[in-house]
């Protein structure tokens, strides 16, 4: 079969008339996954963040299976978008190094669920089959009909993990903040009224002593990365959702799409995808 239609083929059975398409948003979804690590090892982080403020807290052990387990779950997710970028590149893929242990980790993720976990441990299974093999007009198909719906409910088991842990651990570090620095401005004499994050409202700093301004100073720079990153959580939620869209359209694409609509649909992802993934970078760098 020479490549020309090796290439229709493979349009045919992906529902997919330009595989370009299926390229550039394999490509975003790939930069999205990416940015999710930044995030998900908030979790771990803001934990730690926290034990360096409350000498009572004991450890952060559930926090950092959440963010390696969520970790391997981005790692699976990554290699399933870099095989569907190869894929509709006509190009053979590789899986990550050590993505093998994966699912014992995601397993550990408090929260998670048995079809989720089943889900991951499903997907990789799949890449591990195709990456075996030579390049075949089924390949693309085959991770867009069974890797696809997996895939989903990993994201799914993000969504549903990811923020309201951090959530929790972001306001709780918030609350860290208010309290030791709040107790170390009172040592310098100088007095809050009211919650100490009204001091990064207004100037009530300035009549403080140069240790309880520099203090003030501090704890606002702090509060208000703990603040930037609780705002970009709707940006990642928006991620995922993006994600998630890009997947069912693919799947959709046999019956319910053109060629042309599809392209559309998935440029307009895209689009999305690339600002809210911009908003996460900011935030999470």
Known sequence: MNR???????????GCANLSAVRDI???LLTAASSWDSVTGEIAGSCRRQLTLNSQLTDCKIETQASDGLS?????????????????SDSNFTIQ?????ATESIAKIPG???DQVKAASGLFGLLARLATE????????????????????????????VVPQLRTQLDGEGLQLQGQFGRLIHEAKDRIEGNPSKLCEGSSA????????????EYCRRQAIVDQRIAALAAYQ????????ALAELQSSKTKLGAAALTQRLLEIGAELEDKVSALQKAFK
């Open 4 to 14: 020309k239609i090796f290439l229709l083929s493979i349009s045919l059975i992906a």
């Open 72 to 88: 391997a779950a981005n790692g699976v997710l990554i290699s399933y978008f870099k095989a569907l970028k190869n894929a509709a």
């Open 206 to 217: 300035a009549k403080f002593s140069g240790t309880g301004f520099l203090l003030t100073q």
């Open 97 to 101: 190094p050590g993505l093998s242990n």
């Open 134 to 161: 030579k390049m075949r007009e089924s390949v693309l198909h085959e991770l867009i009909g069974e890797g696809a719906p997996a895939a989903q409910t990993v994201i799914s088991a993000m969504n549903e993990v």
């Open 26 to 28: 394999s490509s975003q």
């Open 238 to 245: 928006a991620t995922l959702k993006s994600t998630n869209d």
């Open 112 to 114: 998670i669920n048995a």
